[in-house]
């Protein structure tokens, strides 16, 4: 069985996030990049699935701009097998995403894919639910647990409240919550081994992938900045002005 | 234009997630019809079809919705989405798990967990965990939106219920199947829907120390959460984690106990109508964005602040 891994590279998750001054986007010039910690947990669980002899191949996908290819080696050097690379300078949608997936489903007929919730720069939480959509597969969004079973597999999801245990017919889509697992970090010696594993270099086009957006961004601005308020002195004095002054408790 | 609203509802009733989601649907101009699934819900029908706005309620009464998969219920809204401009549910666990992949289905992009509606087409939006707020225009034909609960108010109810009718679900895909739930057994809120929630990190030192906050938690009916430093210590599990890889939250009150601030900490919990910083450092970022800042050893002051209340 091969795992499919979309990987999103986005603004390292403990960089100061600043709003550009013409207020049309967040600042990504010069900032440290990473890649989305959700996918990370995505590769480690793939990995392990491979480990435990559960799948034989682990194929990440990236789709961005050329430094995207740097996240792909990331996912190969924790030990996804080859990458391929969709190549646009477009800022792609999650139904472009969803879409250009599809493609790649059909090509290479993955058992699973495995990918992150949601990316922590645009927060949308659709790509994996889209892509489900669009191949007609059964979904395990925010998984924290991840079972096979012959062609079957249960996923233990994080709903609110509580978890939740569903049993997809595979192939199917897992979306994956913090608690899956704890990704590793790439060796050095791993690093190297992934210098020579193979990028397949694409572009939407090839897929026939229209990727104009179709939603526009019209402003991004800060949010309101939070004045830092009084010290208190004691106790006494916190519970008096939660009572009193703010009207909390 | 109609607006379809999927309503969610929990032990008997609507759930507040929904009853606030749907007062979003007050900006928007036209009809607005709600849908609402399960078996024997025809107490939570009759109170549904009474929320202000609503013109029409649909119901289906149908075993397989008792527990919701994200496939059928997909293909049953699909199954009356016709006439429909806007799609709309509030933007819990079920809402993002459904709405995407009805968007998908219509070929049409998904908006989430709007915070507030522009005009027909304009939404805003939080982004990066809410450290950048975005005016988004969509040029779809069909809008499928996700609504932050926390930003909208309560619908009102009225006092007589709005016309009901029951659909049937057909076609369903049989591609997935509901195997259980293990729902958190808790006096206490959860951490996205609580009114107060005290939250500890590094400072607690371990596992057994957040009992300190446990016993504040049951005095104030407060839930309660953690930094991803104390997650990352192991002190607590994963889902306690408030932050830009946890749980985004916005109480009345939210107390950070032993808490440094770390950015990804402030992301989940800024948003907090009253922030309480309790550390010893008094250097500390959490004092930058608290209301009010107590600099003391937390050991002394949880078990005075437990008295007190």
């Known amino acids: 069985m091969k795992i499919l891994v979309p990987v999103k590279r986005v603004i390292d998750p403990y960089v100061n996030i600043r709003v550009k001054s ?5 600042e990504t010039e010069n900032v440290k990049m990473s890649m989305n910690p959700f996918c990370e947990i995505a590769v480690e669980e793939a990995i392990r699935l491979k480990e435990a002899g559960k799948a034989e191949e682990i194929i990440a996908v990236s789709i961005g701009n050329q430094s995207c290819q740097e996240t792909i080696r990331t996912a190969l050097a924790m030990g996804a097998d080859r990458g391929i690379h969709v190549l646009t300078e477009e800022k ?6 969803a879409k250009i997936l599809s493609k790649i489903c059909e090509q290479e007929s993955p058992g699973l894919v495995i990918s992150g919730k949601q990316a922590i720069d645009g927060d949308n939480n659709q790509t994996g639910q889209m892509l489900a959509a669009l191949t007609d597969m059964p979904q395990g969004t925010f998984a924290s647990k991840i079972e096979i079973d012959s062609d079957k597999v249960k996923v233990t999801r994080e709903i609110d409240g ?49 990727v104009t957006p179709r939603v526009n961004v019209l402003k991004v601005i800060e949010p309101p900045k939070r004045e830092a308020g009084i010290k208190v002195e ?12 703010a009207g909390v408790i | 234009m109609t607006t379809l609203f999927f309503i969610e509802h929990a032990n008997g009733q609507v759930s507040d997630q929904s009853l606030k989601a749907i007062s979003a649907t007050s900006q928007i101009d036209g009809d607005v019809h709600g849908l609402i699934v399960g078996s024997d819900i025809d107490s939570v029908v009759a109170e549904a079809s009474k929320i202000e706005g609503l013109s029409k309620l649909m119901h289906v009464d149908d075993d397989s919705f008792n527990n919701i998969l994200a496939e059928n219920l997909t293909q049953l809204i699909l199954n009356v989405s016709g006439d429909y401009e806007y799609f709309l549910a509030a933007a819990t666990t079920t809402g993002k798990n459904v709405m995407p992949r009805l968007a998908a289905k219509l070929d049409v992009s998904q908006i989430s967990e709007i915070i507030a509606i522009e005009g027909p087409d304009t939404f805003i939006r939080t982004i990066y965990a809410g450290n950048a707020i975005a005016t988004v225009q969509t040029s779809d034909p069909k809008k499928v939106l996700t609504v932050r609960p926390t930003a909208f108010k309560s619908a009102a109810m009225g006092s007589s219920g709005c016309e009901i009718t029951k659909i049937n679900a057909e076609n369903m895909p049989s591609i997935s199947e509901f195997i259980g739930e293990e729902l958190t057994k808790s006096d206490r809120p959860e951490l996205t829907s609580a009114k107060t929630i005290i939250s500890g990190g590094r400072g607690m030192q371990n596992g057994e120390n957040f009992e300190l906050l446990d016993k504040v938690a ?34 009345e009150l939210y107390i950070a106990v032993g808490i440094s601030g770390a950015i990804q900490h402030l992301a989940g919990m800024k948003d907090s109508k009253v922030i309480v910083a309790i550390n010893k450092d008094e250097e500390a970022p959490i004092f930058d964005v608290a209301d009010y800042g107590l600099v003391a050893d937390l050991f002394q002051v949880l078990p005075e602040l437990e008295q007190a209340l």
């Open chain 1, 92 to 97: 792609i949608e999650p139904i472009s995403i």
């Open chain 1, 162 to 210: 509580g978890l939740q245990t569903v049993s997809l017919n595979m192939p199917a889509i897992i979306t994956t919550d913090l608690r899956l697992n704890e990704p590793r970090y790439a060796s050095l010696p791993n690093i190297m081994k992934a210098k020579k594993k193979p990028i397949d270099q694409k572009s939407p086009e090839d897929y026939g992938i229209d």
């Open chain 2, 218 to 251: 049951e005095k104030l009916g407060a839930a309660v959460g953690a930094s991803r430093a104390a997650v990352d210590a192991g002190f607590v599990p994963n889902d306690y984690q408030v932050g830009q890889t946890g749980k985004v939250v916005a109480p």
């Open chain 1, 234 to 245: 004691n106790i006494s004095e916190l519970v008096e002005k939660l009572k009193n002054e």
């Open chain 1, 22 to 26: 013409d207020e049309t986007d967040v």
